[in-house]
């Protein structure tokens, strides 16, 4: 089985089910095959379509600072018990989030991750997005993938070009 | 019973690793515990990714054309409270807890959030703030690109 951090599709839950009776006798004591196949189905979708990591956090602060919320998809017990403040979990090291300058963040992935079965397998985002979280509408924010583990955030004033530091960001990366 | 959305539980709510007790004979009738521990992998891992509400906001009018709540699946709660501030200046307010699957109101805070401008030709972008006036509040700003401020039509996307 892969799951989280691979795309398990429709077709990794199996061939489509079939009820072994006739019918449902007593749909709050028993789950058919359509239903079981809805799950699979939505599930699929899910396992296709979510983010693997949504992060908030800052740029131009430099270190755990920087990061107040931090999910994967892979690893659900991980993230930060209070801001600022990393937790430990399994064996994924999120490396760090270092700023390269004061409206820039980029953020570094280990390689390889846990699978379900705690089998390591790579992890290699295919894109992503971040939005810059400040008031002033004229701030863009452009997210680079500088390699398969790493991003680059930068969050600037479209009509000087330059940085606005210390923005707050939230990102997404599939 | 954990509770499930707005809460965000982890793949340990879903139980411990099943196992079969005993060899699947007919996949197609029978679900194997590999089958079963790959749904609540998939189902903590997309829950916890998962944006928590989206809502499509047409600042001009201004109203809420769609909305989907994480915790509303069936789609019978009425729509998130916007209020606009001024032009292109939008408050989107949670409210502090909502009900989980059991009824169970559960806390409700923003932990990020993010806005696209949605009209053509897109030389609007939107913006926003978490928590400007509470843990559950984003303001959306909608601007042209020197950031004087325009209504338009945005999707946010809350987790």
């Known amino acids: 089985m892969a799951g989280f951090p691979g795309r398990s599709n429709r077709l990794a839950y199996g061939d489509p089910f079939q009820d072994v009776l006739g019918g449902q006798t007593d749909p709050r004591r028993s789950v058919t095959a359509a239903q079981m196949n809805l799950y699979a189905h939505q599930l699929g979708g899910f396992g296709m379509m979510m983010p693997l990591v949504i992060f908030h956090g800052s740029c131009g602060d430099a270190g755990s600072q920087g990061c107040d919320f931090l999910r994967y998809a892979f690893a659900t017990a991980s993230g930060l018990a209070t801001p600022g403040t990393r937790v430990a979990y399994d064996t994924i090291t999120y490396v760090d989030s270092a700023s390269s300058s004061s409206g820039e963040l980029t953020i570094t992935f280990d390689s390889t991750v846990p699978d379900i079965d705690g089998n390591s397998v790579a992890l290699a985002f295919t894109g992503g997005v971040a ?23 930068r969050v600037y004033d479209f009509a000087t070009g330059s940085d606005i530091a210390d923005s707050d960001v939230t990102v997404a990366l599939w | 019973m954990a509770s499930g959305f707005p809460d965000t539980p982890n793949r340990t709510a879903f139980g411990p690793t099943f196992q079969d007790k005993r060899p699947v004979v007919d996949p197609t009738k029978e679900l194997g515990s590999q089958v079963f521990n790959l749904m609540a992998w998939q189902m903590a891992g997309a829950g916890i990714v998962c944006p928590r509400a989206m809502i499509i906001y047409d600042g001009s009018t201004p109203a809420t054309t769609y909305q989907a709540l994480a915790w509303d699946p069936n789609g019978l709660l009425g729509n998130i409270s916007i209020t606009k501030q001024g032009t292109g200046e939008y408050d989107v307010d949670f409210a502090s807890t909502y009900t989980d699957q059991n009824g ?47 209504d338009a039509t945005v999707l946010i996307l809350v987790w």
């Open chain 2, 104 to 150: 169970t109101a559960v806390s409700f805070s923003v932990r990020g959030a993010m806005a696209f401008g949605q009209d053509a030709p897109s030389q609007v972008q939107a913006v926003v703030t978490i928590g400007e006036d509470s843990p559950q509040q984003v303001t959306v700003y909608v601007g042209n690109q020197a950031g004087t401020p325009q």
């Open chain 1, 131 to 153: 939005v810059a979280n400040v008031t002033d509408p004229a701030a863009r924010s452009e997210l680079e993938l500088v390699t398969s583990q790493q991003v680059r955030i």
